[in-house]
């Protein structure tokens, strides 16, 4: 069975850090371009940021350049997602995307 | 950036009665490959997303057929052939042509 798995999430201040992971289980991430996406509270899906299979490319929304980073080990069948200089507006669940499969998402909250 | 759009954003329908909605890209989202990423997700109240279809009009996995999606270029349609009550939720289209965008969103609930 596929299974993608979220965690990291949490309450943070403003400014601060978090990291994301997603661990995959009932095949190989090796294969495909990832994804994170948001979903604040009561509002849209909103896609985040991207990688391709080995890591060399990466691509993010606006809001967010310069302060996220995804990266993957293909090794630990896992997606990670870095947030720095955290903002109010940057509370969501996020869930990573991989394919035709979502994961559960991990809420983070960003709240002095 | 390929913006979608969704028609419309609420639609109340009665049980056992068929329910469209529909969704414009911005641009062909026909890819280089000659495949559309063009998908349909669905959203339970308090439940992730989840895939119903992919690339226009095929039905993932443990999908019911009473949902279908159709069109090319830059129109696409879900159908679903009779409403029943676990079908309230959001549905979403999602492209992935180019990186990924989503319509707003279409509220689907019982009359």
């Known amino acids: 069975e596929v299974q993608l798995v979220e965690s990291g999430g949490g309450l943070v201040q403003p400014g601060g850090s978090l990291r994301l992971s997603c661990v995959a289980s009932?095949?190989?991430?090796?294969?495909?371009?990832m994804n994170w996406v948001r979903q604040a509270p009561g509002k849209g899906l909103e896609w985040v940021a991207l990688?391709?299979?080995?890591?060399?490319?990466?691509f993010y929304v606006d809001s967010v350049k310069g302060r996220f980073t995804i990266s993957r080990d293909n090794g630990k069948n896992s997606l990670y997602l870095q947030m720095n200089s955290l903002r109010a507006e940057d509370s969501a669940v996020f869930y990573c995307?991989?394919?035709?499969?979502w994961g559960q998402g991990t809420l983070v909250t960003v709240s002095s | 950036d390929i913006v979608m759009t969704q028609t419309p954003l609420s639609s109340p329908v009665t049980l056992g009665q068929p329910a469209s909605i529909s969704c414009r890209s911005s641009?062909?989202?026909?890819?280089?490959?000659?495949?559309?990423?063009l998908s349909w997700l669905q959203q339970r109240p308090g439940q992730p997303p989840r895939l119903l279809i992919y690339k226009i009009s095929n039905r993932f996995s443990g999908v019911s057929d009473r949902f279908s999606g159709s069109g090319a270029g830059t129109d696409f349609t879900l159908k679903i052939s009779r409403v029943e009550a676990e079908d309230v939720g959001v549905y979403y289209c999602m492209q992935a042509t180019q990186l990924l965008s989503f319509g707003q969103g279409t509220k689907l609930e019982i009359k």
């Open positions: 009932g095949f190989s991430l090796s294969n495909y371009w």
């Open positions: 641009q062909s989202l026909v890819h280089s490959d000659g495949n559309t990423y």
């Open positions: 990688i391709n299979q080995d890591g060399s490319k990466t």
């Open positions: 995307v991989i394919g035709n499969f």
